[in-house]
C-alpha cells in the first residue's frame, strides 16, 4: 500500500505545528497483511508502495475548530484507540477523537521524519527489521496484536526519543535486549503474550513498569515478574558402595562430637556477651542528650534498643533501633543535618560503614501504627532512579523513624544558594540542566506512573537532593500522604507548602493537585535560571517575591535580566537558556488548567533535546572543584 503525505507549515503560538493536507497511512484494525517492509524506517515521509496490502486510513484535519478550546488549528485523529493517545504525552479530549497538541502534534517532523507508527490489530507477519532502530525520532511505536517473530531487535535502544512501545500479543522470541533499558524517555512498554525467554533487565526503567506488561511470556523471569531459578543442575560421580574402615568412622564420630562441643561453647558466649551489650546499652539510653525538639518517650517501651527495623533492602535487614541510636550518638546535635515541617534529618554511619539519613518525625497525633504502616509500605516500594529511596522504617513507642539513603551533595537550595562556601556561583549550566531535567522526571513519575498517583504537595529546592553522581532525587514525597493518611485531599490549614512556591490557587479551593506541584516545579526551574531565592526581601522587597520579579521583567521584554549573570558570562547559549524560561513560565501561569502536566514538560525537554547536535546530558562531569563536600 502506498502512503503519501504532503506538508505546509503555519505559526502558532508558542510553538510551530504541521498539518496534513491529504494522507493515506497504514492504521490499526485494518486488516493489514504481509511482512513489515524495511522501507519504513527511511525517515522520508514516504512509504514504499506494495510493502503492506490492506484497507486504508485516513487523517481527518480540524483547521481552527471551537470543539476544543485552546486547541487552534491542530490535526484531529479519528480511529485511533484511546489507550495508545492516552499514554502519548500531550493528548486532550474532544468528543469521541482524539487529537495531539503542544509539541507533539505532528506525525513527521520537519524533515519528514516519522514520530507516530501504529500497525496494531492487522495480520503482519516475518520478523521486525533491524533498521527500525534508526528511526531517530519516533515517539510512539506499537506493533501490538499482529502475528511477528522473531528477536526483538537489539537496535531499539537507538530510539531515543521513543516514549510508548508496544510489542504485545505477537509471537516474539528470544531475550529482552539489554539495550531497552537506556531509553530515558520510555513511559510505557507491553511486550506481553509472547515467547520470550530470559531474565528482565535490570538497568533503566524495566523494572518499574507492571508485571501486566511482561506477563503471558513463559520463560520470562525476575523483577516484577517472579525471580529466576538460581539452582543449576549438578553432575556428580556415585562410586560403588564400599564400606569404610572402623578407624574412620571413629575419627569422623570423634570430630563430629568435638566440634558439637565447640559450637554450643561459642553459642553460650555470644548469648552471654549480648546479655551484658544489652546492660550496657540500657545504660547508655538513660545517659542520651538531647537535641532540639528531640525528646524520646521510651518510658513504657519494654527493651527498646531490640526493636527491629522494618527494612527494603537485604543489607539492613538486621538493623535495630539500638544501632541508630549508637550511629547518631543518640541523635545529637552533631548529627543534625537538616530540619523541615515534616521533623529532623540526622546523619548516621553504620557499623558496617554504610552511611544513611533518619529522619525523625513530628509526633503525628490521630494516626494508628495500621496507618502508619501501610503508608510506609506503600512508599518504600516506590522505586526510580530520580527518587531517594526509603530504606526502612521503625516504630518506637510514639516515635517514627525512618531511614533514607544518603545524598553526598545535600539539597539543591544549599549548593545553588550557599554562595558564602562558593557554591552557587560556580555551578554551570550543564549541573542546572541536568538537576532540572532529573527533578521533572522524578516527579512525573509521581504523578503519571505510581500506583496510587502521588501528589507531593511541598516540591521545593530544599527537598530536591543529589547524589555522589549529581543526578537530582525528589525528596518527602510521601509526607503529605503519611501525616494525614485518612484524608482524600489535604487541607492547605493543615499543610501549605512553603511559601514562594505554594499556588494561588491554594488560597482558594483548599486542594492540592498535580497542578498546584507543576507550580512548585516552576518556581525551582526559576530557581536554576536566575540563581535567586524564591523569597529574598533584599531582591524584591518585603511584597514581592521570585515569580512575581519575573513576570514583571517579563512583561516589560527585559528577559534577559531574569537570567543568571554567571550563565550569560559562560555563553550557555543564550537561546536554550529562553527555551527554559518559556517552559518555567508555562509551569508558573495563574491558571491552573493552562499549565502543563509533568509529562508535558518532560516532552518540552525532549523536544529540545532531540533537536540539539548532542544529547543534553552527554558531557557532564562533577568535579570536585566546582562543589567541595562540606
Not at 534508526?134 to 531515543?160: A, C, D, W
Request: include cysteine; aromatic fraction near 10%; glycine fraction near 10%.
Amino acid at each position: 500500500m502506498g502512503v503519501t503525505f504532503r506538508q505546509q507549515p503555519y505559526w502558532g503560538n508558542p510553538f510551530w505545528f504541521w498539518r496534513s493536507s491529504e494522507a493515506c497511512y497504514p492504521a490499526i484494525s485494518n486488516d493489514i497483511s504481509g511482512a513489515l517492509p524495511p522501507e519504513l524506517a527511511n525517515q522520508a515521509g514516504l512509504v514504499m508502495p506494495g510493502g503492506v496490502s490492506g484497507k486504508k486510513f485516513a487523517f481527518v484535519r480540524n483547521e481552527g475548530g471551537t470543539a476544543c478550546r485552546g486547541a487552534g488549528g491542530l490535526v484531529e485523529f479519528e480511529g485511533i484507540r484511546p489507550e495508545r493517545l492516552e499514554s502519548f504525552p500531550m493528548v486532550h479530549s474532544c468528543s469521541s477523537t482524539r487529537i495531539y497538541s503542544g509539541m507533539t502534534v505532528y506525525t513527521f517532523t520537519n524533515n519528514g521524519s516519522m514520530i507516530y507508527l501504529d500497525v496494531s490489530y492487522n495480520n503482519l507477519s516475518g520478523s521486525i527489521p533491524e533498521n527500525f532502530g534508526t528511526m531517530s525520532y519516533l515517539q510512539v511505536l506499537n506493533l501490538g496484536h499482529n502475528k511477528l517473530r522473531g528477536n526483538i531487535p537489539e537496535s531499539f535502544g537507538s530510539l531515543k526519543a521513543i516514549g510508548v512501545l508496544d510489542l504485545s500479543h505477537n509471537n516474539l522470541q528470544g531475550y529482552l535486549p539489554g539495550s531497552l533499558g537506556t531509553l530515558s524517555f520510555l513511559s510505557d512498554l507491553d511486550v506481553s503474550n509472547n515467547n520470550l525467554t530470559g531474565s528482565i533487565p535490570t538497568g533503566g526503567q524495566l523494572t518499574t513498569f507492571p508485571a501486566s506488561r511482561y506477563e503471558n511470556n513463559s520463560g520470562l523471569c525476575g523483577v516484577p515478574l517472579p525471580s529466576c531459578a538460581t539452582g543449576g543442575h549438578s553432575t556428580s560421580l556415585h562410586p560403588r558402595n564400599k564400606k569404610p574402615p572402623v578407624a574412620v568412622v571413629m575419627v569422623v564420630g570423634i570430630t563430629f562430637f568435638l566440634l558439637c562441643i565447640l559450637g554450643l561453647t561459642l553459642a553460650l558466649y555470644r548469648v552471654k556477651k549480648n546479655q551484658l551489650k544489652e546492660e550496657m546499652r540500657e545504660k547508655y539510653v538513660e545517659s542520651l542528650p538531647t537535641s532540639g525538639s528531640s525528646f524520646w518517650k521510651l518510658s513504657s517501651v519494654p527493651e527498646p534498643l531490640s526493636i527491629n527495623i522494618a527494612t527494603f533492602e537485604k543489607p539492613l535487614r538486621k538493623l535495630t533501633f539500638g544501632h541508630l541510636l549508637e550511629a547518631t550518638n543518640g541523635f545529637s546535635a552533631e548529627s543534625l543535618i537538616g530540619s523541615g515541617g515534616f521533623g529532623e534529618v540526622y546523619k548516621a554511619q553504620l557499623r558496617d560503614g554504610c552511611v544513611v539519613a533518619i529522619k525523625k518525625l513530628i509526633h503525628i497525633t490521630g494516626q494508628g501504627d495500621r496507618e502508619f504502616m501501610a503508608e510506609m509500605e506503600t512508599i518504600g516500594k516506590i522505586k526510580h532512579r530520580n527518587l531517594v529511596p526509603l530504606l526502612g522504617y521503625c516504630k518506637v513507642g510514639e516515635e517514627r523513624l525512618l531511614v533514607y539513603e544518603y545524598m553526598k551533595w545535600g539539597s539543591l537550595e544549599s549548593v545553588l544558594h550557599d554562595k558564602a562556601k562558593g557554591r552557587g556561583s560556580r555551578l554551570d549550566w550543564a549541573a542546572r540542566k541536568k538537576i532540572a531535567i532529573g527533578s521533572a522526571r522524578g516527579l512525573a513519575f509521581l504523578h503519571h506512573s505510581c500506583i496510587p498517583h502521588i501528589i507531593h504537595r511541598d516540591m521545593k529546592s530544599s527537598n530536591v537532593l543529589l547524589d555522589e553522581n549529581f543526578e537530582a532525587r525528589v525528596s518527602d514525597f510521601g509526607m503529605a500522604r503519611l501525616v494525614n493518611a485518612l484524608d482524600t485531599h489535604l487541607s492547605v490549614s493543615t499543610l501549605a507548602g512553603t511559601p514562594g512556591y505554594v499556588p494561588p490557587e491554594y488560597y482558594q479551593s483548599f486542594r492540592c493537585t498535580t497542578k498546584g506541584d507543576v507550580y512548585s516545579y516552576g518556581v525551582i526551574l526559576l530557581e536554576l535560571l536566575s540563581g535567586k531565592r524564591p523569597i529574598d526581601p533584599s531582591q524584591f522587597g518585603d511584597d514581592n517575591n521570585l515569580v512575581g520579579w519575573a513576570k514583571q521583567l517579563h512583561r516589560e521584554k527585559r528577559v534577559d535580566e531574569i537570567l543568571d549573570p554567571e550563565l550569560m558570562m559562560k555563553e550557555s547559549g543564550e537561546a536554550e537558556l529562553h527555551h527554559y524560561l518559556r517552559i518555567a513560565f508555562e509551569c508558573l501561569d495563574d491558571r491552573p488548567f493552562r499549565r502543563p502536566t509533568m509529562i508535558q514538560v518532560m516532552a518540552m525537554f525532549k523536544e529540545l533535546q532531540v533537536d540539539s547536535e548532542s544529547d543534553i546530558l552527554d558531557g557532564f562531569s562533577l568535579k570536585d572543584d566546582i562543589i567541595n563536600e562540606s
